[in-house]
């Protein structure tokens, strides 16, 4: 009778205690829960589809030395003038054109820690240097909304494409 | 013996009763405080969403939106010395500023948002109203196809009636069919002598309202239900599209005429800012540029544009001759390829 | 007289026992409430924090419906783009006017905005001096968070786009 009782108390404050470990086992997950919750933020949500594709409106229409905006020195690129863009640093378009849009995206985009790819096309063909100018980005990485800006080159387009791609 | 048996089961039920009461309370009022927590949260969001959408509206004129208000009506200040808040009705929660945007709306809007936009130019863009309205607020054309143009411009998101505008349909034939608000719309007609159906009739008196615009004269009457009639409040004054819908909208005259106050103040520093550009502008200018009269010309009406800061018939005259002067000047500069004035 | 003493004993333990089972229900109800309230708290740190990036993401939108700098061509207003003399005349205005200047701080609020201006031409690779065009700090120093954008600075005269960074500080 006595070892009956005995046992009786024990098993009542076991379940107490199951109920504290449950507690303390719910406790941890919760906190782990939140900690591995993605901290993507309203800021990343909303700065990187508009960058790309402003930045693509503004690097195309800014004018450079040679009095010519950018879009066209890209289009000078693909019909192979060589002339207009010759200068100290550059021996042809397709190279000034490579050289003021790595420029400004280090300037910017680099500067700002962001990884950026930018792609030149005209249909499948590329044109030297400027095919690429990337940044620990492709195609393949997390990335926001591209921005793409298409360039008339009759009878196609050239499309200028940017991604802002995530760490 | 037994009688200690019978207060022993009485007393555990007592004891039980006691501490039962205590616990269900407390869950009670723990349950109430997540309630009132949640709607506090709700209201907090919302007013933080009306804010950004608010600022980003104002990029996308011409566009009809609608947002859904989940059991909250929004509360916008109306009067004539203060039209620079809204809220959330019946919240704790303080108001957010309106005091550079100009919001033409009723004072509460139910069920839905549904929010307009239009760049206000005289002719350089001066500000961007915000139109905002409910589809539980029944817009009534009273008059014949002299509306059918303005009934175009308006949103289509509008309640509005009759369907098919006729002189046939009569401000008696419309019949309150749960609109918590009503408006009249008219052109050149008398909204006093305009008969009310009973069911309109019962309404409150802020709840009916009419406009009626005289566009010989650029004026607007506002008038409110007194009883079973329609009385004069005032007349007001409009110079385009963008101004008369800003008057449709409005809750009332005092509501226009301080939101408009906010657009001219704005309009103020802008032609101030353009006027100080096209100072800067001339002395930079080309030599074929720099002959052409119609800069000079510019900073005189932009001169008088910066003074213009009420709403009266003479004001509103002064600011459409200066438009069409502005606009002819900016047009024979544009043809000349020079720098325009705006 | 033994037995009615073991018997009280007895009584008074069987209370203790459900007095116990009380308190710590109590104590675990307790506990819970605590922890609720600092998720909560953390929770509102971050509600906080997402309300903070809002407010710069607002002021920052302020700037894209701005036609007091923004590029017009006969009154069609560009995006993405400032007018070199609107920016030399806002600025001239404000540190002239003071009436002007109050109206911008109400209508800003604390922040802070810069131009700065990019040359990506290969011979000259050259970043302006920045122009700061608005500045009105708080009494407090308690940081400032700051976004960017690329924007094309139009010379009319010149007749021409230059490339440039607009950066615009909240301050918190």
């Avoid at chain 1, 990187?48 to 289009?75: C, G, R, Y």
């Avoid at chain 1, 044109?127 to 591209?146: L, M, T």
């Avoid at chain 2, 009132?36 to 608010?54: C, G, K, M, P, V």
Wanted: net charge negative; proline share 3%; charged share 25%.
């Amino acid at each position: 009778m006595r070892l009956l009782k005995k046992r009786k108390a024990q098993t009542e404050v076991l379940g107490v205690a199951i109920i504290v470990i449950m507690l303390v086992i719910g406790g941890v997950i919760m906190i782990r829960a939140r900690l591995n919750k993605a901290d993507e933020t309203q800021l990343d949500s909303y700065e990187d589809p508009e960058l790309a594709q402003s930045f693509l409106n503004v690097m195309m229409k800014t004018k450079t030395d040679i009095n010519l905006i950018v879009q066209d020195i890209i289009q000078e690129c693909y019909a192979d003038r060589m002339d207009i863009c010759r200068t100290g640093n550059t021996a042809d378009c397709c190279d000034y054109a490579y050289l003021v849009m790595k420029n400004s995206l280090q300037e910017t985009l680099g500067e700002w820690s962001k990884n950026y790819q930018l792609t030149v096309r005209k249909g499948g063909e590329t044109k030297g240097k400027i095919q690429d100018i990337s940044v620990n980005c492709d195609e393949n990485s997390e990335q926001g909304q591209p921005g793409t800006y298409g360039i008339p080159f009759s009878p196609s387009t050239i499309i200028v494409t940017l991604r802002i791609c995530k760490d | 013996m037994n009688k200690k048996g019978v207060i022993e089961i009485q007393f555990n039920w007592i004891y039980v009763a006691i501490v039962g009461a205590i616990i269900l309370g407390m869950f009670v009022a723990i349950a109430n405080g997540i309630r009132q927590n949640s709607r506090t949260q709700l209201e907090s969001d919302a007013i933080n969403y009306f804010d950004e959408i608010f600022v980003s509206m104002q990029g996308s004129e011409n566009t009809e939106l609608s947002i859904m208000l989940p059991g909250l009506d929004i509360k916008v200040d109306t009067d004539r010395e203060n039209c620079n808040f809204y809220t959330i009705e019946n919240s704790k929660l303080g108001g957010r500023s309106t005091e550079y945007v100009p919001i033409f709306s009723p004072d509460v809007i139910k069920k839905s948002v549904l929010s307009y936009s239009l760049r206000w130019d005289v002719p350089f863009t001066a500000n961007y109203f915000l139109y905002l309205s409910s589809p539980d607020l029944a817009h009534v054309f009273i008059g014949g196809a002299e509306l059918n143009e303005l009934r175009d411009e308006l949103p289509n998101h509008l309640s509005k009636f009759p369907k098919e505008q006729s002189d046939s349909f009569k401000s008696g034939d419309f019949k309150n069919q749960n609109y918590y608000k009503i408006r009249f719309i008219t052109i050149n007609k008398d909204p006093s002598s305009f008969g009310l159906h009973s069911s309109v009739k019962k309404m409150k008196d802020d709840q009916v309202s009419a406009i009626n615009i005289k566009p010989d004269e650029n004026s607007i009457e506002f008038y409110q239900k007194k009883k079973d009639k329609l009385e004069y409040k005032g007349t007001t004054y409009y110079t385009d599209m963008a101004t008369m819908m800003a008057a449709l909208y409005s809750e009332n005259i005092d509501s226009y005429e301080c939101n408009m106050g906010k657009a001219l103040e704005r309009m103020n520093r802008i032609a101030a800012m353009l006027n100080k550009r096209n100072s800067l502008l001339m002395t930079s200018l080309s030599a074929s540029c720099s002959k052409l009269p119609y800069y000079t010309q510019a900073q005189s009406q932009l001169s008088r544009l910066e003074k213009i800061d009420k709403i009266t018939k003479d004001s509103f005259e002064e600011l459409k001759t200066i438009e069409e002067s502005l606009y002819n000047a900016n047009e024979e500069i544009n043809d000349q390829s020079c720098p325009t004035i705006y | 007289m033994k037995t009615i003493s073991k018997k009280n004993k007895k009584a008074q333990l069987q209370i203790m026992e459900n007095v116990f089972v009380l308190i710590i229900i109590f104590i675990i109800l307790i506990i819970a409430f605590v922890f609720a309230i600092g998720m909560q708290r953390s929770a509102q740190k971050d509600k906080l924090d997402e309300l903070r990036e809002i407010e710069l993401i607002k002021k920052s939108q302020i700037l894209n419906f701005f036609p007091e700098l923004q590029c017009s061509d006969n009154n069609n207003l560009e995006p993405d783009c400032y007018d070199i003399y609107k920016i030399m005349s806002f600025k001239e205005k404000m540190e002239e006017d003071d009436a002007f200047l109050r109206y911008y701080k109400f209508l800003f609020g604390n922040i802070k905005i810069t131009i700065h201006r990019y040359d990506p031409s290969p011979n000259t690779q050259n970043w302006f001096d920045p122009v700061l065009l608005f500045d009105n700090p708080k009494s407090e120093d308690l940081g400032i968070k700051i976004v960017r954008f690329p924007i094309l600075l139009r010379n009319v005269i010149e007749e021409k786009d230059y490339f440039g960074v607009i950066e615009v500080g909240v301050y918190e």
